[in-house]
């Protein structure tokens, strides 16, 4: 056998091992495809008992079927998986960094009206969509219906996916977006901003007046409706998130606060005077600010690794991604983005 047949069948055999796993990371094994069907039914059925008309209903749900590699996604969230400096270093680079404050000083008009109007300051709104998109240019390749239809049907989560596909279909057929564009994550947050589509019903807000509330596609739909999330969530305009801070050897880490529903919220958030008195300062070793705010202490990553004194507005972030890696790397941007 020559060296050109014989690489032609290793080149054949190589794709057939692509496409069949392939296969297999997008669909999930057909021997239960009588109860997707079943359960594809009854959804439908539900849907136009909801309201929704019957012609989206059948576009949007024609032809779906569970996603592999959505699942896998589900269960290995980096925000789970990975320490903070792993998850911060890997977000805020200096590219991050330099485009953020570039696009601060070219969206610098919309970003102050939507300041005046929502009481957020554009910093923030930038630093969302940069950890979220790198700034609208990784919005998810997944079709929104489709990764919805496979959390709904896994059981892990189901009745929470059942509602957000709900609300997609409304979404569809109110015209706010066509089908093959309402793209977004594996887990069905949608756009630049990655509003999961409940939050889209309740926040997005159409800042051009053009008809349409877009967070695809329209700078000015998606800041504002960014930052009408946050003011709703009872940010609060003359504060920041957070810091990094310093803590003495002997600290008791019994007082930081896990954010957990066990938590006693309240006796664990103190002045920052009382923290001074306990021995925290800031990351550079100098005393916390003299304005009195309420903080809470946070350890990420525990006791041996970063520590941080949050005020209010980063309980707001966590009502956006309930993480510490998330809301805390937030913060480190917007702070990187601060040119006041």
């Known amino acids: 056998m020559n060296l050109p047949i014989r690489l032609a069948r290793a080149l054949c055999g190589l794709l057939a ?16 495809n009588d109860a997707f069907a079943a359960w594809l039914t009854d959804l439908r059925a539900e849907a136009v008992a909801r309201g929704i008309s019957q012609q989206t209903v059948d576009l949007a749900l024609a032809d779906v079927t569970p996603l592999e590699r959505v699942i896998e996604r589900d269960r290995t969230q980096p925000e789970f998986t990975q320490t903070l400096d792993q998850y911060l270093n890997k977000r805020v680079t200096e590219d991050l960094v330099s485009q953020g404050q570039q696009l ?5 008009a919309l970003l102050e009206r939507d300041y005046k109007k929502y009481g957020v300051q554009p910093r923030f709104v930038v630093a969302l969509w940069g950890i979220e998109t790198k700034y ?8 929104v219906v489709q990764a919805l239809v496979t959390l709904a049907y896994d059981d892990r989560r189901k009745d929470k ?30 756009g630049q901003s990655q509003f999961m589509p409940s939050v889209f019903f309740k926040y997005a807000v159409d800042g051009d007046g053009d008809g349409k509330r877009d967070i695809w596609t329209d700078k000015a739909d998606i800041f504002a409706s960014a930052a009408n999330y946050l003011s709703q969530s009872g940010w609060k305009g003359d504060q920041t998130w957070g810091r990094e801070v310093q803590l003495p050897p002997d600290f008791d880490a019994s007082l930081a606060d896990p954010f957990d529903k066990q938590s006693d919220h309240e006796k664990l958030r103190k002045p920052l005077s009382e923290w001074q008195k306990l021995g925290v300062r800031r990351a550079d070793g100098g005393p916390l600010p003299a304005r009195d705010l309420e903080a809470a202490l946070i350890l990420p990553d525990g006791r041996d690794g970063k520590a941080y004194l949050v005020y209010d507005n980063f309980r707001v972030l966590l009502t956006w991604n309930p993480a510490f890696l998330f809301a805390v790397t937030v913060g480190t941007l917007a702070d990187k983005l601060d040119d006041e």
């Open 136 to 143: 609208g240019r990784y919005t998810g390749g997944f079709g």
């Open 161 to 190: 996916f059942r509602e957000e596909l709900f609300f997609a279909l409304k979404i569809l057929d109110e015209g706010d977006i066509e089908l093959p564009n309402m793209t977004g994550s594996w887990a069905g947050a949608m």
């Open 104 to 108: 601060v000083q070219e969206n610098r």
């Open 17 to 32: 091992l692509f496409w069949a796993g392939t296969a297999l990371a997008d669909d999930v094994s057909p021997a239960d």
